[in-house]
């Protein structure tokens, strides 16, 4: 082997070094670009996939199927942790399949995450209201009554009153 072609060896050699070490780097760099668009793209389309899986809850308790709705509402807590309105209806799931002791946790998370959560905090009154205790009712009624009237524009799209309800079942407990 002459001198030279031993140079040429060596020189193809790092070359082929050269574009190995190039292809990775540019193969990690698209790797880290993909994972950060999935990573935004996931932080930007969170909340349209947590409306879509309230959506698709709401569906389900329309049709009495409270498991499935449950099964929805959880995934959506799972993305929304610090939604109260999504906690407290879970929690309405939960009643409405009688499954009264994972209605009462998903109120108080409910509670929890808003003190001012009408719904929650009237309904779960109503839960102590058909255990008896209403040491707990009473808290809770008042709680509804202390956070005063709704909105009129509120209940009519709720076509419920919780102050005006709470107040009433307030009357009931004391009679």
Same mark, same amino acid.
């Given at each position: 082997m002459t001198?030279?072609?031993? +140079?040429?060896? #060596? $020189? #193809?050699?790092?070359?082929?070094?050269?574009? $190995?070490?190039?292809?990775?780097?540019?193969? #990690?760099? %698209?790797?880290?670009f993909s994972v950060l668009f999935i990573i935004v793209s996931f932080y930007f389309l969170r909340p349209l996939l947590v409306q879509q899986l309230v959506s698709r809850a709401s569906t389900y308790m329309s049709y009495p199927l409270y498991d499935d709705a449950i099964r929805q509402y959880k995934k959506a807590t799972f993305f929304d942790k610090n939604n109260s $309105?999504?906690?407290?209806?879970?929690?309405?799931?939960y009643r409405s399949k009688n499954d009264i002791v994972q209605a009462?946790? &998903?109120?108080?998370?409910?509670?929890?995450?808003?003190?001012? +959560? &009408?719904?929650? /905090?009237?309904?779960?009154?109503?839960?102590? /209201?058909m255990e008896k205790n209403y040491k707990k009712v009473i808290g809770y009624f +008042?709680? @509804? @009554?202390?956070?005063?009237?709704? $909105?009129?524009? %509120? @209940? @009519?799209?709720? /076509?419920?009153?919780?102050?005006?309800?709470?107040? %009433?079942?307030?009357?009931v407990c004391h009679e």
């Open positions: 001198n030279h072609d031993h +140079n040429t060896n #060596c $020189d #193809c050699k790092e070359h082929h070094h050269e574009q $190995d070490g190039g292809q990775l780097k540019s193969f #990690c760099l %698209r790797w880290i $309105d999504i906690h407290a209806s879970l929690a309405y799931a009462q946790l &998903a109120y108080q998370a409910a509670i929890e995450l808003n003190p001012k +959560n &009408a719904g929650a /905090l009237f309904d779960l009154g109503i839960i102590y /209201l +008042n709680s @509804v @009554v202390e956070l005063g009237p709704e $909105d009129q524009k %509120r @209940v @009519v799209t709720n /076509l419920v009153s919780y102050h005006h309800s709470a107040l %009433r079942m307030l009357a």
